[in-house]
């Protein structure tokens, strides 16, 4: 059990390194998206509140802030001391597989599909892939969940690659739906969890709630705005339901 835990510690290590790394990494990229406002020929173009920075930044802030506090908490346990011992670099094959599929799935979420797929059906099938593959720790559900996303990704991918090309046509959309639907209706047939149950609920609410909050409470920019479900939500909150309020 000492052994183990001396493990975890010192993988705790890691894994908290490579979180700062990536926030820091995406803080800095996200610098570039002005903040404060600008100023183009003496005129003010926005106020801070409504950068469309706000969101990434606080993003990221957060996934540094829980880095910094793992990173402490695994050197007060004493990881850091052992992180480059054979204890810290130990690595088994299921190990590997879990940390390999959660890379490859977050990579093709940001890289491949938030850019070029609705957003709302980008993160349901995100969503699900993660809590279906990785929450009983089974090597083939980390496969098959990987295999879910990383499909419709290289489509979305190479079959749009040019930003041109990100909104419309929604046939890539359409395949992530699909893949989504299929593997939630695949967990049902193999785990009756509660967990199961709740994750298509999850899967839904979270990023609508988001997206909603983003694009009509903050007025924030959204990912891929042409998408096919928020293309309708957005045109329905306009056309028929704000001018409820409006008149």
């Not at 597989?97 to 990579?107: E, T, Y």
């Not at 809590?131 to 749009?160: K, N």
């Not at 419309?168 to 047939?189: E, G, Q, R, Y």
């Amino acid at each position: 059990m000492d052994k183990e835990l001396e493990m975890l510690r010192a993988r705790d290590f890691w894994g908290a390194l490579a979180l700062i790394c990536c926030a820091v990494f995406f803080l800095w990229r996200t610098s570039f998206i002005p903040f404060l406002g600008e100023n183009r020929a003496g005129v003010s173009g926005a106020e801070w509140y409504n950068s469309a920075a706000i969101v990434p930044f606080g993003i990221w802030f957060a996934m540094l802030l829980l880095g910094l506090v793992l990173l402490r908490i695994a050197i007060k346990a004493g990881g850091a001391k052992r992180a480059f011992s054979a204890v810290g670099l130990g690595w088994d094959r299921q190990e590997a597989i879990r940390i390999g599929s959660i890379a490859v799935i977050m990579g093709m979420f940001i890289f491949a599909l938030v850019p070029r797929v609705d957003f709302i059906l980008a993160s349901g099938l995100v969503i699900t892939a993660l809590i279906y593959g990785f929450h009983a720790g089974r090597v083939e559900r980390m496969l098959q969940s990987a295999v879910a996303v990383i499909l419709p990704g290289i489509y979305a991918l190479f079959m749009h690659f040019p930003q041109a090309e990100w909104n419309k046509p929604h046939d890539d959309d359409w395949l992530v739906m699909a893949a989504w639907v299929l593997l939630t209706l695949w967990m049902f047939a193999h785990d009756r969890s509660r967990i199961a149950r709740a994750t298509p609920w999850v899967a839904v609410l979270t990023p609508l709630i988001l997206v909603m909050a983003m694009a009509f409470g903050f007025r924030q920019n959204v990912p891929n705005r042409g998408g096919l479900l928020f293309s309708k939500i957005e045109y329905h909150y306009y056309v028929t339901l704000r001018p409820l309020w409006r008149n």
